[in-house]
């Protein structure tokens, strides 16, 4: 049998994927949308996923410096992005 | 650990981003969301790190440690004023890293199975190219985002002849180049490719003025699900392109919405160059004056404990004079000589979505008392005193009234329906839209002059006598 190319196995998931995203993102309460940006800020950085397989395997100086960056910057943004919308929540739920 | 066990472990790990997600839908399971988001991603970072390409961790620790440690400081002390230029930076550095793990993806691509180097397939070379691509313009847009709304360059629409066919220019030599990339894996081209995008991020924010950030940054948002999500179809990983999807999805229902709280299509605010913050002077100067009636806060005062109902409309000038706290302390006030208080929030009040919600929780406004536009605007009809504190453009009735109206089919809360309008404001300016507000003029209508915390101050000292 023929193989199915990569891509469209990415791609199925991908499409899917967006249509959980836009049925759930609907259901979010405006007063949330602060929130909801920076938890989905911090939840995009899972790119870091790539830079730890680059920076745990790299040969080349050159290689190193970039996936060193991007672990930093994805960093920042995850502990960042997960701090702030906690904040943010704590405040929400605060006894009245 | 084994290919199939990771794949495993990364799939959780995208349910609990899709429950992170839904947490949101109301305050009381929010943190619970929370929670998942955070279990995901360490369930996401533990799975890489366990896995066998990975054979030296001193860089990665440490990456992670110095990351960690600026994003958590930063996230402690920064203002939920300045929340949005927050947001406008992480947004950049998503970018940034996208652009940074597609290098490393085309230096050494055998550390993700997608062929060595000279032989990376073509499919994965146009992934790359449109991954480093949006990365990009996701980084520069978020740095011209950022400097806009932290007042580094102008809030005015910078605009110059031949913007567009630049723009467009550009964008044909971008898909020209990612093209070439794929056919020739040449590096000068990948970063030909980055430049270009680069150029195209800041050239594409540039002429977006003040008053459409909310847009910008909800849209910077969507962009940067979708270069992750490029960078998962770069390394085939589908927690990256899930994660990625869900991101887009998001921060493109929120560009939606914001564009609808607006009245105005997403090709009209990326072409356009409205909302700047010198509009206003240049519109004002050669109206006749006509006659408006001013108040004292010893009037404020007296109408509002005289009302049996309140409603407070805030909108972005409460933030600037820091007045929420002044305000919310007003409203405790007026609660407990028996008035109902309510807060009416416009979908675009505050410079991000949901931003006036964050501030007045902030200032410990109850959540039950904030209520949205659709859900208030009926009851404005019954209601004694609307207190409008730092909105304008938002309560004006000519957006439904005058077809001319610059602001013409943009959803208003109906402030002129109330029994009496209390105007806070520092003068008779209009606002960003550059549009004379009606509602100044009506016989119901008291302006209040001054700032914004300084009034609400003097209101709770005539309230307390």
Redesign the interface.
Known sequence: MEMISPFLLGLTVFVLAVFVGYYVVWKVTPALHSPLMSVTNAISSVIIVGAVLAAGSAQDTLTQVFAFGAVVMASINIFGGFVVTRRMLEMFNKKK | MSANLSALSYLI??VC??L???G?????T??R??TF??V??LL??GT??A?P?????G??L???I???????V???K?Q?TA?PQ??AA??S??G???V??A???L??PY??NIGNIGSIAV?SLV?MGLGVSIGAITFTGSVVAFAKLQGLVSGNPLTFTGQHPLNALLGIALVVLIGLFAASESHTLFWAVTFVSLLLGFLLILPIGGADMPVV??ML?SY??W???G?????????????????????A??SY?MCKGMNRSIFNIILGGFGGDQVAASAGGGKEQRPYKAGSSEDAGFIMKNAKSVIIVPGYGMAVAQAQHALREMGDILKSEGVQVRYA?H?VAGR????M??LL??A?V??DD?V?LEDINRDFAQTDVAFVIGANDVTNPSAKTDPKSPIYGMPILDVDKAKTVLFVKRSMAPGYAGVDNDLFYQDHTLMLFGDAKKMCEEIIKTLEE
């Open positions: 790990s995208s981003f899709i992170a997600l839904q949101l839908s109301s305050a009381k929010s943190q969301g929370l988001g955070i995901g991603m996401a970072v890489t790190l896995s390409i990975v054979s030296s961790y860089w990665i440490s990456g992670l110095v990351g960690g440690v600026i994003g958590t930063i996230a402690k920064i939920m929340l927050l947001v992480f947004h550095l998503v940034l890293a996208a940074c793990v290098a490393a993806a230096l050494e550390a993700f499919g992934e940054i909800s948002n940067s699900g270069a992750a999500a960078i998962g179809f770069t390394l085939g990983n589908s927690l990256l392109i899930i994660t990625g999807a869900l991101v887009g999805a998001s921060g229902i929120l919405i929030i979908p991000m979505p949901g931003h919600n964050v929780a902030e410990n109850p959540y904030v949205e």
